[in-house]
């Protein structure tokens, strides 16, 4: 990139965001961005991947604007950057702080009516905003594939990357489709950005996408890793027998940190609820934070969070998105997580100020149990998905009127426990077959059942993988060292 153009990302990065100078790779990857070479950037949590698109998502803009004033062009487009995001229940969140730096940008998702949704593609379509997020299954309808066909996508983002593979932990099937997306824009600048993938999705994300091989030529994708390089995180496991000596452990850890910002991780809500009663006999204030409490509840509590009115909170993994807040002085696991990328995600939220904080996995062998009937619900078997689809197809009339209940009556025998339902309609609202599995009362069927989700030998080769990332976890809760585990876990490759 031309000193002009490095000057032009600086004057964005200093009048827009309010920051004097880049962190991390961020300058060298915005440089190959604005070079029109394509990248994979793997950082974590909080690190500033959005500023690697946003800067020259704006830089285009700008540029496109002098150049059209210059020669008195006049109702002109300016080249648009298109984000694919997964998270539609943040994409309001990162529009609005957008649009509050007075930058141009929008989204289009499910959450819109069908009349905002159509005014949106109006002003999409003449010109306006240079960012707009949207999931990859928005590229499913016609009308938005006819809307972005009238502009000139000059980049492409592909956030939360780690969804385009299989391998990785949050699978999402449009997303494979993302590289005949990318065709049809007319191969665009990519740049695809997550907080976690083992070398195998790595090599997933480029090969999904049609990027050619990691290396530095001018047709390659460049990896850029910065891995767990955050010295100010200590990473620590502490073997613990029962909740008496976790109450134990994070009454310590609030002590050494008075009046701090922390958040202590649980996987289910029944044992997050049953801490919140023992620290509140120990009278240390706290609030909880789960994905049974009311939307406008969970607004309330991660705004008083973010406010330090509450700097403790209890929190199932619902906690996280969004949460931009750079002086989490501590991250506590009181369960064994999922996964070493869902573990390494949370860890990431500690400490984003540069400031020592510390990260504490309290490992009892017993919470294993508890991620093994996880595994079981996470991964039905393929004779499951296929009585699953055979009823909604056709006993359709009993689901629109009965819903639920009357599912898992005839799948689970009325194991109240049993979570497999719940993953069968969730995968086949991402594969399209229905629109939204919370709302069985208007139930369309929209395609087969799909061969992956019907075939045994594809749901069998998905259990083993997730296996494999708990058992990454015992490994991890016995290691040596837990930073060079990390480190090698997850293929921190410096190429950068």
């Given at each position: 990139?031309?000193?002009?153009?490095?000057?032009?990302?600086?004057?964005?990065?200093?009048?827009?965001?309010?920051?004097?100078?880049?962190?991390?790779?961020?300058?060298?990857?915005?440089?190959?961005?604005?070079?029109?070479?394509?990248?994979?950037?793997?950082?974590?949590?909080?690190?500033?991947?959005?500023?690697?698109?946003?800067?020259?998502?704006?830089?285009?803009?700008?540029?496109?604007?002098?150049?059209?004033?210059?020669?008195?062009?006049?109702?002109?487009?300016?080249?648009?950057?298109?984000?694919?995001?997964?998270?539609?229940?943040?994409?309001?969140?990162?529009?609005?702080?957008?649009?509050?730096?007075?930058?141009?940008?929008?989204?289009?998702?499910?959450?819109?009516?069908?009349?905002?949704?159509?005014?949106?593609?109006?002003?999409?379509?003449?010109?306006?905003?240079?960012?707009?997020?949207?999931?990859?299954?928005?590229?499913?309808?016609?009308?938005?594939?006819?809307?972005?066909?009238?502009?000139?996508?000059?980049?492409?983002?592909?956030?939360?990357?780690?969804?385009?593979?299989?391998?990785?932990?949050?699978?999402?099937?449009?997303?494979?489709?993302?590289?005949?997306?990318?065709?049809?824009?007319?191969m665009p600048t990519t740049i695809a950005l997550t907080a976690t993938a083992t070398r195998d999705v790595q090599l997933d994300i480029i090969r999904q996408l049609g990027i050619a091989e990691f290396g530095d030529g001018a047709?390659?994708?460049?990896?850029?890793?910065?891995?767990?390089?955050?010295?100010?995180?200590?990473?620590?496991?502490?073997?613990?027998?029962?909740?008496?000596?976790?109450?134990?452990?994070?009454?310590?850890?609030?002590?050494?940190?008075?009046?701090?910002?922390?958040?202590?991780?649980?996987?289910?809500?029944?044992?997050?609820?049953?801490?919140?009663?023992?620290?509140?006999?120990?009278?240390?204030?706290?609030?909880?934070?789960?994905?049974?409490?009311?939307?406008?509840?969970?607004?309330?509590?991660?705004?008083?969070?973010?406010?330090?009115?509450?700097?403790?909170?209890?929190?199932?993994?619902?906690?996280?998105?969004?949460?931009?807040?750079?002086?989490?002085?501590?991250?506590?696991?009181?369960?064994?997580?999922?996964?070493?990328?869902?573990?390494?995600?949370?860890?990431?939220?500690?400490?984003?100020?540069?400031?020592?904080?510390?990260?504490?996995?309290?490992?009892?062998?017993?919470?294993?149990?508890?991620?093994?009937?996880?595994?079981?619900?996470?991964?039905p078997d393929a004779d499951f998905y296929q009585r699953t689809y055979d009823l909604l197809v056709h006993d359709g009339?009993?689901?629109?009127?009965?819903?639920?209940?009357?599912?898992?009556?005839?799948?689970?025998?009325?194991?109240?426990?049993?979570?497999?339902?719940?993953?069968?309609?969730?995968?086949?609202?991402?594969?399209?077959?229905?629109?939204?599995?919370?709302?069985?009362?208007?139930?369309?069927?929209?395609?087969?059942?799909?061969?992956?989700?019907?075939?045994?030998?594809?749901?069998?080769?998905?259990?083993?993988?997730?296996?494999?990332?708990?058992?990454?976890?015992?490994?991890?809760?016995?290691?040596?060292?837990?930073?060079?585990?990390?480190?090698?876990?997850?293929?921190?490759?410096?190429?950068?």
């Amino acid at each position: 990139m031309s000193s002009c153009s490095l000057d032009e990302a600086f004057e964005v990065l200093k009048r827009r965001f309010g920051y004097s100078e880049f962190r991390g790779s961020q300058q060298k990857i915005i440089e190959r961005t604005m070079e029109g070479r394509d990248s994979l950037v793997i950082m974590p949590t909080g690190g500033g991947k959005s500023l690697c698109f946003q800067i020259p998502a704006l830089v285009h803009a700008h540029r496109y604007s002098a150049a059209a004033k210059t020669a008195k062009r006049h109702n002109t487009k300016v080249p648009l950057t298109l984000v694919l995001s997964p998270l539609v229940a943040l994409m309001k969140d990162q529009v609005d702080t957008l649009q509050r730096k007075g930058i141009e940008a929008t989204f289009v998702n499910s959450s819109l009516d069908r009349q905002e949704r159509n005014r949106r593609y109006k002003q999409i379509a003449s010109g306006e905003f240079c960012l707009l997020y949207v999931t990859p299954e928005r590229f499913r309808k016609e009308e938005f594939v006819s809307v972005i066909d009238q502009r000139e996508i000059v980049l492409l983002a592909v956030d939360e990357a780690h969804c385009i593979s299989e391998w990785g932990h949050d699978f999402r099937p449009d997303y494979t489709r993302v590289g005949e997306f990318r065709q049809s824009l007319g191969m665009p600048t990519t740049i695809a950005l997550t907080a976690t993938a083992t070398r195998d999705v790595q090599l997933d994300i480029i090969r999904q996408l049609g990027i050619a091989e990691f290396g530095d030529g001018a047709d390659q994708c460049k990896l850029y890793h910065e891995g767990i390089q955050r010295p100010n995180l200590a990473l620590s496991i502490e073997e613990v027998w029962g909740t008496d000596e976790k109450t134990a452990l994070i009454e310590q850890v609030v002590q050494r940190w008075p009046n701090q910002s922390g958040v202590v991780y649980f996987t289910l809500i029944r044992y997050l609820e049953e801490m919140s009663g023992r620290l509140r006999a120990l009278n240390i204030p706290h609030v909880c934070y789960h994905g049974d409490l009311s939307r406008q509840d969970r607004k309330r509590i991660q705004d008083d969070f973010m406010r330090n009115r509450s700097p403790l909170v209890l929190a199932t993994n619902a906690f996280g998105m969004g949460i931009d807040k750079e002086d989490i002085r501590y991250v506590l696991h009181a369960e064994v997580p999922g996964s070493m990328e869902s573990y390494y995600q949370e860890i990431g939220r500690a400490g984003r100020d540069g400031l020592p904080s510390e990260c504490i996995l309290m490992y009892d062998q017993r919470d294993l149990n508890t991620q093994v009937e996880f595994l079981g619900w996470s991964n039905p078997d393929a004779d499951f998905y296929q009585r699953t689809y055979d009823l909604l197809v056709h006993d359709g009339d009993s689901v629109r009127s009965f819903g639920m209940e009357w599912l898992r009556e005839k799948l689970c025998a009325r194991n109240k426990r049993d979570r497999r339902l719940e993953t069968v309609l969730s995968m086949l609202q991402r594969y399209g077959v229905i629109q939204d599995e919370l709302d069985l009362g208007n139930l369309e069927i929209a395609g087969p059942l799909p061969d992956s989700l019907a075939n045994q030998n594809d749901r069998s080769a998905k259990l083993l993988r997730d296996q494999k990332k708990l058992y990454a976890l015992v490994e991890y809760a016995k290691a040596a060292s837990p930073r060079e585990f990390v480190h090698n876990y997850f293929g921190a490759v410096a190429n950068s």
